[in-house]
């Protein structure tokens, strides 16, 4: 299989050693890496393979002196509106964390368990999906091909760390009396019902972001979908309740039948209703997992379901080298 030469932009960011670890781990053919980062953090090393790599400050000069072949970016929206154009100038193809490209109708969103055939309309920029919403269509996903989907009613649990260090730090700081500096109000001992900034129609961006971007990936713009965000003191891992409703009846027992062979799906109370996934449970794992599973009383055709997954990894970082797996190894 020929190795490809790769480029990370956004190196030294929690997402950016995420795809490190995560490259090293699924053991992605790489000949080459060139790692980018801001001015600051240009100089240093970083290990990958067991080499020690110096970062390359982010230039447009610099990214045309090192051409590659694939790209993963995590250095944010306004840096990757400029950059990943450019990048893609050269002939790279770049896989991008931002919400910068999601919703470009020239831009596919992709997540490898949903829709991978759209990783293969690019033209030259593929989107990595929120991190709320990638977990939230891996289960959906083959409930819509069973049953067709008529409505989906989000209410999430996200972890600090989808707001990088400085949620992280929050959290931390809150625990010692220290006033927040990343979120709206204290995290500490505390549930925030705000993830981004408040729209005019009274939404968060984050809100819209999951309603948006789940039409998209499903390839439906008529579907009737809503969500309610929440921020919750937890270090890692998003947990969310999703509540669906379906054209066609979905008995549980079939539903559970096609979850539990869905893939990058793991059914935790298949045959026991108290073996339901948490965040601790996901913390470190790649797959999406799935409890709670039950019928929707209030409507003729409808089930509840609980959803976790470590949002740095499948929420980000895995999903990122899962599409460019897509690339070199299409029978991933």
């Excluded at 900034?197 to 009274?202: C, D, Q, S």
């Excluded at 789940?214 to 809503?226: Q, W, Y």
């Excluded at 669906?244 to 298949?270: C, Q, R, W, Y």
């Amino acid at each position: 299989m020929k190795k490809v030469k790769i480029a990370i932009a956004g190196c030294t960011g929690s997402v950016g050693r995420t795809f490190i670890r995560v490259l090293e781990e699924r053991r992605f053919p790489v000949s080459e890496a060139v790692m980018f980062a801001s001015a600051k953090s240009a100089g240093g090393e970083i290990e990958f393979c067991g080499q020690r790599i110096v970062v390359k400050e982010l230039t447009e000069a610099a990214v045309r002196d090192n051409p590659v072949d694939i790209v993963l970016m995590s250095a944010g929206g306004s840096v990757s509106k400029v950059f990943a154009p450019i990048f893609a100038s050269t002939g790279a193809v770049v896989i991008d964390n931002s919400s910068c490209w999601r919703m470009d109708e020239n831009v596919p969103l992709v997540v490898p368990e949903v829709n991978p055939e759209d990783a293969f309309n690019h033209k030259g920029i593929i989107a990595n999906p929120n991190c709320s919403t990638i977990q939230a269509v891996v289960a959906l996903k083959p409930l819509d091909d069973a049953f067709k989907i008529k409505r989906i009613v989000y209410s999430t649990y996200q972890a600090v760390s989808g707001a990088g260090v400085a949620g992280t730090e929050d959290l931390l700081g809150g625990q010692n009396g220290l006033p927040p500096q990343k979120f709206p109000r204290p995290i500490y001992n505390n549930v925030i019902p705000q993830i981004d900034v408040f729209l005019e129609n009274g939404y968060t961006k984050e809100e819209e972001k999951m309603i948006a971007e789940t039409k998209k990936i499903l390839h439906n713009k008529d579907l009737k979908v809503t969500a309610t965000t929440a921020r919750v003191p937890v270090f890692n891992g998003h947990s969310e309740s999703v509540n669906v409703e379906f054209f066609h009846p979905a008995p549980v027992k079939k539903i559970k039948e096609i979850l539990s062979k869905a893939p990058g799906v793991i059914l935790t109370d298949e045959h026991d209703f108290s073996s339901y996934p948490t965040a601790l449970d996901c913390d470190g794992a790649d797959e999406v997992f799935v409890g709670r599973v039950r019928q929707d009383f209030s409507v003729d055709s409808g089930i509840n379901f609980w959803v976790v997954a470590d949002n740095v990894r499948k929420g980000a970082a895995t999903n990122a080298v899962q599409i460019a797996e897509l690339l070199v190894r299409p029978n991933v």
